[in-house]
């Protein structure tokens, strides 16, 4: 690719990212909405046609790297794994 061909993927990179931040706010705000009026009808399951909307509380156990680092930094040490990969980036 030549320079001018390089800038111009790089410009239509940017406003493809730019397009996709967008849209991701925009379904976000959707979602918010929909959160909402499941909020006000009090319930967390709602059919709306062919769709089965649920919005419900979800418990999950996470393990604690930052509390078990600080207590057995040894044994976090020992269990370290290293990797490898590349990270692709561009500046302006």
Do not use: C, P
Not at 29 to 54: A, H, N
């Amino acid at each position: 690719m030549t320079q001018i061909t390089l800038t111009h993927r790089i410009e239509e990179l940017n406003d493809l990212e730019q397009m996709i931040e967008e849209l991701k706010a925009e379904a976000e705000t959707i979602k918010d909405q929909i959160k909402q009026e499941m909020s006000d009808r009090g319930t967390d399951e709602l059919v709306v046609g062919d769709y089965v909307i649920r919005y419900t509380q979800v418990l999950t156990s996470k393990f604690n790297t930052k509390s078990f680092k600080e207590d057995y930094l040894d044994l976090y040490k020992a269990y370290l794994k290293q990797t490898e990969s590349r990270r692709f980036t561009i500046s302006h």
